[in-house]
């Protein structure tokens, strides 16, 4: 089989080869095809990956010609980030510099990346459907439900979105919880907004006994973000990243007392790296990387908090991996993805990408259906997918007012003059965003 890397420069590219590679890997992927626009950092990743040592190597190519890496494809994973580590920085600045949350895919700045990132993924799409019609097309592309729905417009169900944060909340609550048996349950939401809602071991539900004890709540990262009194009085475990909602003025005040953002951090370290990978770059890259994953969502963490080791397991090549064994080979597996809502949540549109258990096998990707959602989890769900529908329908339609209705949807922007502000601040600072919504 042949998998298709597109942002084959990317920083977190071996993981995805080691993963792959691993005699434990349970589909064998025969060629691996990494495709970027840059040909020095392509050149630098395939320098990484090709150092490691593997069990059992793929037959590596790199181009920086689409439609070369895309043809044969039986499988392509997307993980791009359309104007950089630096765009990143741009998007969080200017959100901070207005007193709202500056975050890589929640809030404003995850519409600005959206707005920038929809249009190269959607063309990405289209050449998808006429040069590998027949391959899955894998999304981590951030905001990774904005960019799935709009690819889903062109490719259909064919296109599926992932995310290790929700899988790695689940698994965390089953460890804590100390039962063993098969696992059932109901986790809803969005992409970087969603619930575990019931969590059953071998026909128990056991999340009651959870949220009840300290001791298997330390065990949560989740749950340590956001407090023990606050997932008690939810009745379940959010995502870790509603730290940034139920948290936002924390959030914010946070982020703002620090020399610098955590885009700012990565853009300096990561230009360090491509510009000297030195003599060993796999040596290099493996320091950097675990610089990289210890400080994640530091400015949700007191100082002197460090990240657990159960915090750092998995990842998205994991979550990938798994998802191309089941479609592969037919053997089911249980995963929590972005896929089409279709009637599942009604109070949604139909098309709306969320997130939610799936049944994956030969057959393709089958969503659980969930329980009713009610309340301020329906009401926070429908109005950022608002905003997100608005921002894909501005980034197709070049529209400078539909951004501006995109970001005053959005329940983290808390004023209209703010909201134009916002599309103002990123027009001016991004080049190729000022172009789109002339």
């Given at each position: 089989m042949k998998l298709t890397i597109i942002g084959g420069g990317g920083f977190r590219v071996p993981q995805v080869y080691q993963a792959i590679a691993a005699a434990s890997a349970p589909v064998a992927i025969d060629e691996l095809s990494l495709y970027d626009s840059s040909p020095s950092r392509l050149a630098t990743i395939r320098a990484v990956v090709e150092a490691m040592a593997v069990d059992r190597p793929p037959r590596l190519t790199a181009t920086l010609d689409l439609a070369e890496a895309l043809r044969g494809a039986d499988f392509v994973f997307c993980a791009?980030?359309?104007?950089?580590?630096?765009?990143?920085?741009?998007?969080?600045?200017?959100?901070l510099d207005l007193g709202v949350l500056g975050?890589?895919?929640?809030?404003?700045?995850?519409?600005?990346?959206?707005?920038?990132?929809?249009?190269?993924?959607?063309?990405?799409?289209?050449?998808?459907?006429?040069?590998?019609?027949q391959a899955w097309?894998?999304?981590?592309?951030?905001?990774?439900?904005?960019?799935?729905?709009?690819?889903?417009?062109?490719?259909?169900?064919?296109?599926?979105?992932?995310?290790?944060?929700?899988?790695?909340?689940?698994?965390?609550?089953?460890?804590?919880?100390?039962?063993?048996?098969?696992?059932?349950?109901?986790?809803?939401?969005?992409?970087?907004?969603?619930?575990?809602?019931?969590l059953s071991v071998a026909g128990v539900d056991?999340?009651?006994?959870?949220?009840?004890?300290?001791?298997?709540?330390?065990?949560?990262?989740?749950?340590?973000?956001?407090?023990?009194?606050?997932?008690r009085a939810l009745g379940a475990l959010p995502n870790e990243y509603l730290y940034y909602y139920y948290f936002t003025r924390e959030a914010v005040a946070r982020i703002r007392s620090e020399p610098q953002t955590r885009g700012e951090f990565l853009d300096a370290q990561q230009s360090r790296f491509y510009a000297a990978p030195g003599d060993s770059p796999l040596q290099t890259w493996q320091a950097v990387h675990g610089e990289r994953e210890a400080t994640y969502m530091a400015e949700s963490r007191a100082p002197e908090e460090q990240r657990q080791a159960s915090d750092l397991?998995?990842?998205?090549?994991?979550?990938?991996?798994?998802?191309?064994?089941?479609?592969?080979?037919?053997?089911g597996s249980t995963m929590i993805l972005n896929v089409r809502n279709g009637t599942l949540v009604p109070a949604l549109p139909q098309e709306a990408v969320i997130e939610v258990g799936c049944t994956v096998d030969g057959n393709g990707i089958r969503p659980w259906p969930v329980a009713p959602?009610?309340?301020?989890?329906?009401?926070?769900?429908?109005?950022?997918?608002?905003?997100?529908?608005?921002v894909i329908a501005a980034a197709r339609e070049g529209?400078?007012?539909?951004?501006?209705?995109?970001?005053?949807?959005?329940?983290?922007?808390?004023s209209v003059a703010i909201a134009r502000r916002l599309v103002d601040g990123y027009t001016a600072n991004l080049p190729d965003l000022a172009r789109l919504l002339s």
């Open positions: 791009v980030r359309i104007g950089g580590t630096a765009g990143r920085t741009i998007d969080e600045r200017v959100a975050q890589e895919t929640v809030g404003p700045g995850g519409l600005s990346y959206a707005l920038r990132t929809v249009p190269f993924m959607v063309r990405l799409a289209q050449t998808v459907r006429e040069v590998a019609p097309v894998i999304n981590f592309t951030n905001p990774a439900g904005i960019v799935t729905e709009a690819m889903q417009a062109v490719l259909g169900e064919r296109v599926v979105g992932i995310c290790d944060t929700p899988i790695g909340l689940m698994r965390r609550a089953v460890q804590a919880s100390g039962a063993t048996g098969e696992v059932r349950f109901d986790y809803v939401g969005l992409n970087h907004l969603g619930w575990l809602r019931e056991v999340l009651p006994g959870l949220l009840g004890s300290d001791a298997a709540l330390a065990q949560i990262e989740e749950a340590r973000l956001l407090g023990f009194d606050w997932v397991g998995g990842g998205y090549q994991e979550v990938a991996l798994d998802l191309m064994a089941a479609l592969a080979t037919g053997r959602v009610v309340g301020e989890q329906l009401g926070l769900i429908a109005q950022v997918k608002a905003a997100e529908q608005l529209s400078r007012r539909l951004a501006w209705r995109a970001f005053a949807a959005h329940p983290l922007v808390d």
